[in-house]
């Protein structure tokens, strides 16, 4: 397993776990979801700078950890893990 900071060329595979992050957290809420919404929020944080790390397994993502920046302060604001991966 490899550790990687987020780069243009990894970007769809952030995309990709995003989208299935909340997939899964908003079927566990019974809430609606919009694929697009979470398409466009991904690339605005690569966008803005948010520090986003890949977990790789060979060259197949398998988690990331989504990191923002407020008030001198760095804030865990999302952490994910495909299910064939945890524990």
């Not at 803005?48 to 804030?75: M, N, V, Y």
């Amino acid at each position: 397993m490899k550790i990687i900071r987020l780069t243009q060329k990894h970007l769809k595979d952030f995309i990709d776990l995003y989208i299935e992050f909340f997939r899964e957290l908003r079927n566990k809420q019974g809430w609606s979801f919009c694929v697009e919404e979470y398409v466009q929020d991904a690339k605005r944080y690569f966008r803005r700078g948010d520090i986003i790390f890949l977990a790789l397994e060979g060259e197949k993502a398998t988690g990331f950890i989504r990191l923002s920046s407020r008030e001198g302060c760095f804030w865990i604001e999302e952490i994910y893990v495909k299910p064939e991966f945890r524990r």
